[in-house]
């Protein structure tokens, strides 16, 4: 149970607060996207919150992620849509400026849609789209990346997926109110659908933002949440990709995996990874590039564990780049259950 003296942070920070915390912590690298997802006065207010924050002691900080954590684990929710805004809007603003603001919410978020559509996994958009149109399916399919149109098409039957290729072929200029019916469409019945169910959406931000952490931070995070939320705790450990978990490459993976790393960064990681781990790797070199490894290893002396991390989560990065174009392939627990990143 959380200690009596712990802060609520909910009557210390407001909204902006919390977020410019929760950013800072994320980085370029993590809140990037975050940040392209909010409109302008919301960055406004929330770089405002953050030139002003000063300083925030850890304990707050650390309460504030378990809370933020908490929030996205539990069963809660809201539902919005461009019905329920404009409906909102027309009892707040006068007609014209409610449809100006309308088209340009339509416009940016039909963009963001399609953006969306090309992550969701092909098979799931498989299943969804044989059941529509060869018609609405050669729209929505040449909208996409192609790598992810060609995975879709893949999945479909082969008679249905000729239909659709060839439609695709002879495609003219869709009409604006004939894709702005099928976006809608895809929003309201699939996308935000999708959204609500994939509750480990959530869990694998999550997991991915503690794959960061150094192991001090990581151990402390999960602690707190163990005492807060055991569940979300189980769920993240389950979910995240850690160093150990290479182990699991086969053979061609990881010699193309160790192809592309600097031998002092292969040299640290392995100087504090576990026998198992240390072993895998030596067994997939040849006797004598082992023999030197080890030797370099010896010749290193102690060296720092945030060294050792860096080393690890450089390499654990490297390979997830590669698995995401394809030149490797990631299990994380057995070969029925691949993470796709």
């Not at 402390?220 to 163990?226: E, G, N, Y």
């Not at 504090?272 to 030797?295: C, H, I, P, V, Y």
Request: aromatic content about 4%; some cysteine.
């Amino acid at each position: 149970m959380p200690s009596e003296n712990a802060i609520d942070v909910n009557e210390v920070m407001d909204g902006p607060q919390r977020a410019a915390v929760l950013l800072l912590l994320l980085g370029e690298k993590y809140g990037g996207q975050i940040w392209s997802m909010l409109d302008e006065d919301e960055v406004k207010k929330v770089s405002l919150a953050m030139a002003q924050l000063g300083s925030i002691d850890s304990k707050t900080v650390e309460k504030l992620i378990v809370d933020f954590i908490s929030r996205m684990s539990s069963n809660g929710a809201v539902t919005g849509s461009l019905d329920r805004t404009e409906e909102l809007l027309s009892k707040i603003f006068p007609p014209e400026q409610v449809n100006a603001i309308m088209s340009d919410i339509k416009s940016a978020s039909g963009k963001r849609m399609w953006q969306r559509l090309s992550h969701i996994d092909p098979e799931i958009l498989a299943n969804y789209l044989r059941n529509e149109y060869p018609q609405t399916v050669a729209v929505i399919l040449s909208r996409l990346r192609t790598e992810h149109t060609a995975r879709v098409l893949s999945i479909l039957p082969d008679d249905f997926a000729i239909d659709v290729v060839n439609r695709m072929l002879k495609m003219e200029t869709v009409q604006k109110e004939a894709l702005e019916h099928i976006e809608e469409t895809l929003r309201t019945e699939f996308v935000t659908t999708i959204s609500h169910t994939t509750k480990r959406d959530a869990h694998q931000l999550m997991a991915e933002i503690f794959n960061a952490f150094d192991r001090q931070t990581e151990g402390r995070f999960l602690a707190a949440l163990d005492e807060t939320n055991r569940d979300a705790a189980r769920k993240i450990r389950d979910l995240m990709f850690t160093f150990d978990d290479l182990a699991k490459l086969d053979p061609g993976s990881v010699q193309t995996l160790m192809r592309q790393v600097d031998k002092d960064t292969l040299c640290r990681a392995l100087k504090g990874a576990t026998e198992t781990t240390r072993q895998f790797f030596m067994s997939n070199m040849s006797t004598r590039a082992a023999k030197n490894l080890q030797d370099e290893m010896a010749s290193m002396g102690p060296i720092r564990l945030k060294d050792v991390d860096e080393a690890q989560t450089r390499i654990v990065n490297l390979a997830k780049e590669l698995a995401d174009r394809g030149e490797i392939l990631i299990s994380k627990n057995n070969a029925e259950e691949e993470l796709v990143y």
